[in-house]
């Protein structure tokens, strides 16, 4: 290792000599230059090489030659150093990329910083090496090939190069989304490049149009051209030559005609776009980013159109596919309210769902029927109009009953509805939805909002978390209800803490029952016991919260955060003297919880430092270290506690 660190550090002599000869760096800087990088070397020819001393060794090359340059371009010496050092820094950058790349292939962060370093030092001719080598690691990653294409077609103007990188991209990726979409992008980039070109030439009809029209236009300024006679024409046009120019440029026009040629039509693509729905059939988002990156360009009215044609005919069993195909009388025609067209468009729109719900009559498709009309409802100001989608929506919404597709989902909207409708109608409503679809958390939070007094909202309440046990919501309802309940009446203390330790108390019990997600269940328990005795310390002293903190550890498993509010409310109200006791037990239990070790075994030494109590602390400090996964950075945040 010593003999190629030598002579790699030999090989560097003779810049570092010219350097020195001219002044640029001092001889005490290029010993210091020569020290980094022997540490460097050695570093980076270690048995276990690592990434970061790569990294390191690079930022200071950077660095170094940036400090170079400066100081050449202040002393003057442009032209003499410019043959023998001019890319001397960069090279040496460029190897350490190289070596750093080879041993760590599979990182792909190192090659795009290899690739954004080559780019800004312009360093053109191995940029396409660079690409080829982290495609050849990296060949399931889209953004490389993507990166590639683009420099392809951007830099190189080379469109056949990044079709070719594209396509085989799309090859060993077929069903990445990304490739597809960027791939039909670079074809309508490529034609919108050459509808630009012709234009400019003047080679559409349309502008030829308005350039025959500005030459009618003739005023002072004009520079009008020389006259030629009948005779000079017609000798012009029977010259050979000339016939046989006219002929192929005839041909070519016609061949280049934006009208008849199918690729400035976007042929190519719509054939993209036919082979992506074939990699992809059954995904409506993949579909609608197309129509997306049409709109980034001109004359896309045909693309548009076979999109939405292909998703009609090919997803007529998928609700979201049919609401799309409808709403885009409104959505891409970007008719605004004040239009006259606006109301065609609805009607448009409207008899597409209206064949849709009859062809699909199934609970999705009817939802987003309905969906649709209130969010018109919503924006719509035109009384007639508002009236009009008004008793559509009604008149869908009991169609949709009459059929028995009702959703829990559509009882939730048609009593949002109601409310501001018809409140009587809506309370109907809300008890057929409730009589369907009981475990609909919506619509019982409707029903609770309904009633009125102290004893019927309790009731409601009760039913329906007997019900829905495991929902937070009601949870967290039922906790606010019965905390501005304690606010407002002056109720036995006693008694109201019997309400809160039963509702603890059914959490836990009931819960583990009927809900298989346990992290669910911890959540709707640990909010009740921190709410129990958060309330319990408001209402009475320390000692009622002990109390009640003692019960709820006794008889129900308490969750950590428990445990710290625990701890939280004796730092607050606990005397400092007779709260150890309790401080500590609570400690005692903290530390059990295996997922939380490290932060209790630190929190508990530091209140004992903090306390004075050495003995118990370091008592407490041996049994860490036997259960901490890392002993010597626990090591190092006892002492940096023991420091403060």
Request: charged letters at 30%; one cysteine or more; proline letters at 2%.
């Given at each position: 290792?010593?003999?190629?660190?030598?002579?790699?550090?030999?090989?560097?002599?003779?810049?570092?000599?010219?350097?020195?000869?001219?002044?640029?760096?001092?001889?005490v800087?290029?010993?210091s230059?020569?020290?980094?990088?022997?540490?460097?070397?050695?570093?980076?020819?270690?048995?276990?090489?690592?990434?970061?001393?790569?990294?390191?060794?690079i930022?200071?090359?950077?660095?170094?030659?940036?400090?170079?340059?400066?100081?050449?371009?202040?002393l003057?010496?442009?032209?003499?150093?410019?043959h023998?050092?001019?890319?001397?820094?960069?090279?040496?950058?460029f190897?350490?990329?190289?070596?750093?790349t080879?041993?760590?292939?599979?990182?792909?962060?190192l090659?795009?910083?290899?690739?954004?370093?080559?780019?800004?030092k312009k360093?053109?001719?191995?940029?396409?090496?660079?690409y080829?080598?982290?495609?050849?690691?990296?060949?399931?990653?889209?953004?490389?090939?993507?990166?590639?294409?683009?420099?392809?077609?951007?830099?190189n103007?080379n469109?056949?190069?990044a079709?070719?990188l594209?396509?085989?991209?799309?090859?060993?990726?077929?069903?990445?989304?990304q490739?597809?979409?960027?791939y039909?992008?670079?074809?309508?980039m490529?034609?919108e490049k050459?509808?630009?070109?012709?234009?400019?030439?003047?080679?559409?009809?349309?502008?030829?149009?308005?350039?025959?029209?500005?030459?009618a236009?003739?005023?002072?300024?004009?520079?009008?051209?020389?006259?030629?006679?009948v005779?000079?024409?017609?000798?012009?046009?029977?010259?050979?030559?000339?016939q046989?120019?006219?002929?192929?440029?005839?041909?070519?026009?016609?061949?280049?005609?934006?009208?008849?040629?199918?690729?400035?039509?976007?042929?190519?693509?719509?054939?993209?776009?036919k082979n992506?729905?074939l990699?992809?059939?059954?995904?409506?988002?993949?579909?609608?980013?197309?129509?997306e990156?049409?709109?980034?360009?001109?004359?896309?009215?045909k693309g548009?159109?076979?999109?939405?044609?292909?998703?009609?005919?090919?997803?007529?069993?998928?609700?979201?596919?049919r609401?799309?195909?409808?709403?885009?009388?409104?959505?891409?025609?970007?008719?605004?309210?004040?239009?006259?067209?606006?109301?065609?468009?609805?009607?448009?729109?409207?008899?597409?769902?209206?064949?849709?719900?009859?062809?699909?009559?199934?609970?999705?498709?009817?939802?987003?029927?309905?969906?649709?009309?209130?969010?018109?409802y919503?924006?719509?100001?035109?009384?007639?109009?508002?009236?009009?989608?008004?008793?559509?929506?009604?008149?869908?919404?009991?169609?949709?009953?009459?059929?028995?597709?009702?959703s829990?989902?559509?009882?939730?909207?048609?009593v949002?509805?109601?409310?501001?409708?018809?409140?009587?109608?809506?309370?109907?409503?809300?008890?057929?939805?409730?009589?369907?679809?009981?475990?609909?958390?919506?619509?019982w939070?409707?029903?609770i909002?309904?009633?009125?007094?102290?004893?019927?909202?309790?009731?409601?309440?009760?039913?329906?978390?007997?019900?829905?046990?495991?929902?937070?919501?009601?949870?967290?309802?039922?906790?606010?209800?019965?905390?501005?309940?304690?606010?407002?009446?002056s109720?036995d203390?006693?008694?109201?803490?019997?309400?809160?330790?039963?509702?603890?108390?059914k959490?836990?019990?009931?819960?583990?029952?009927?809900?298989?997600?346990?992290?669910?269940?911890n959540?709707?328990?640990?909010?009740?016991?921190?709410?129990?005795v958060?309330?319990?310390?408001?209402?009475?002293?320390?000692?009622?919260?002990?109390k009640?903190?003692q019960?709820?550890?006794?008889n129900?498993?308490?969750?950590?955060a428990?445990?710290?509010?625990?701890l939280?409310l004796e730092?607050?109200?606990?005397?400092a003297?007779?709260?150890?006791?309790?401080?500590?037990n609570?400690?005692?239990?903290?530390?059990?919880?295996?997922?939380?070790?490290?932060?209790s075994?630190l929190?508990?030494?530091?209140?004992?430092?903090?306390?004075?109590?050495?003995?118990?602390?370091?008592l407490?400090?041996?049994?860490?270290?036997?259960?901490?996964?890392?002993?010597?950075?626990?090591?190092?945040?006892?002492?940096?506690?023991?420091?403060?």
């Amino acid at each position: 290792m010593a003999e190629t660190v030598q002579y790699i550090l030999e090989r560097m002599l003779p810049e570092l000599e010219e350097l020195e000869k001219h002044h640029v760096f001092s001889p005490v800087e290029i010993k210091s230059i020569i020290k980094k990088r022997t540490n460097f070397e050695y570093a980076l020819h270690r048995r276990i090489k690592k990434k970061i001393d790569f990294l390191r060794c690079i930022e200071y090359e950077m660095n170094l030659e940036k400090l170079r340059t400066v100081r050449i371009k202040r002393l003057g010496v442009d032209d003499k150093l410019k043959h023998k050092l001019q890319y001397t820094g960069n090279k040496r950058v460029f190897t350490l990329f190289e070596r750093a790349t080879v041993r760590f292939a599979g990182d792909i962060s190192l090659w795009l910083q290899f690739i954004d370093y080559a780019k800004a030092k312009k360093a053109y001719n191995i940029l396409s090496s660079i690409y080829v080598k982290a495609i050849k690691y990296h060949p399931r990653n889209a953004s490389l090939w993507i990166l590639a294409s683009s420099w392809e077609y951007e830099h190189n103007a080379n469109i056949s190069a990044a079709r070719l990188l594209l396509q085989r991209a799309i090859r060993m990726n077929p069903e990445n989304k990304q490739l597809w979409h960027e791939y039909f992008r670079l074809e309508l980039m490529y034609i919108e490049k050459i509808k630009m070109r012709r234009r400019v030439l003047g080679l559409d009809k349309d502008v030829m149009k308005d350039v025959e029209m500005d030459e009618a236009k003739e005023d002072g300024e004009t520079i009008a051209l020389p006259k030629i006679s009948v005779e000079e024409a017609e000798e012009w046009k029977n010259d050979d030559s000339q016939q046989a120019m006219n002929k192929l440029t005839e041909e070519t026009s016609n061949a280049m005609e934006h009208d008849i040629n199918p690729i400035l039509q976007g042929l190519l693509a719509q054939i993209v776009y036919k082979n992506a729905i074939l990699a992809i059939p059954d995904d409506l988002e993949f579909r609608t980013k197309f129509i997306e990156i049409y709109k980034m360009f001109t004359d896309n009215e045909k693309g548009i159109q076979m999109v939405y044609e292909s998703i009609e005919n090919d997803m007529k069993d998928n609700a979201s596919a049919r609401a799309c195909v409808a709403r885009r009388y409104l959505v891409e025609e970007k008719v605004s309210l004040s239009d006259p067209a606006f109301v065609p468009a609805l009607k448009k729109a409207v008899d597409v769902f209206e064949s849709a719900v009859r062809e699909l009559n199934v609970s999705a498709m009817w939802e987003e029927y309905v969906l649709f009309l209130m969010d018109w409802y919503k924006i719509v100001t035109e009384e007639h109009l508002k009236l009009y989608l008004s008793k559509s929506i009604q008149k869908q919404l009991k169609e949709c009953e009459k059929q028995e597709k009702m959703s829990a989902k559509l009882y939730e909207l048609w009593v949002a509805f109601m409310k501001k409708e018809d409140e009587e109608k809506m309370k109907s409503v809300l008890h057929r939805g409730l009589e369907h679809y009981p475990h609909s958390i919506t619509l019982w939070k409707h029903r609770i909002a309904e009633e009125k007094g102290q004893k019927t909202v309790w009731k409601q309440y009760s039913n329906a978390l007997d019900i829905n046990p495991d929902s937070y919501e009601l949870w967290v309802g039922w906790r606010d209800h019965f905390l501005r309940l304690v606010a407002k009446q002056s109720t036995d203390r006693d008694s109201l803490g019997d309400q809160f330790y039963k509702a603890c108390e059914k959490a836990t019990q009931l819960l583990p029952s009927v809900t298989k997600d346990t992290a669910e269940r911890n959540k709707i328990k640990e909010m009740l016991q921190i709410s129990y005795v958060e309330w319990a310390a408001t209402t009475g002293d320390i000692e009622y919260t002990r109390k009640i903190y003692q019960k709820i550890i006794m008889n129900f498993y308490p969750t950590y955060a428990f445990l710290l509010k625990c701890l939280e409310l004796e730092n607050e109200l606990g005397e400092a003297k007779n709260g150890q006791f309790y401080v500590e037990n609570l400690y005692d239990k903290l530390i059990g919880f295996v997922d939380h070790k490290e932060e209790s075994y630190l929190s508990y030494l530091s209140y004992l430092y903090s306390q004075k109590k050495f003995q118990k602390a370091n008592l407490v400090y041996h049994t860490a270290c036997k259960e901490v996964s890392n002993k010597e950075a626990f090591d190092t945040k006892v002492q940096s506690l023991n420091n403060k």
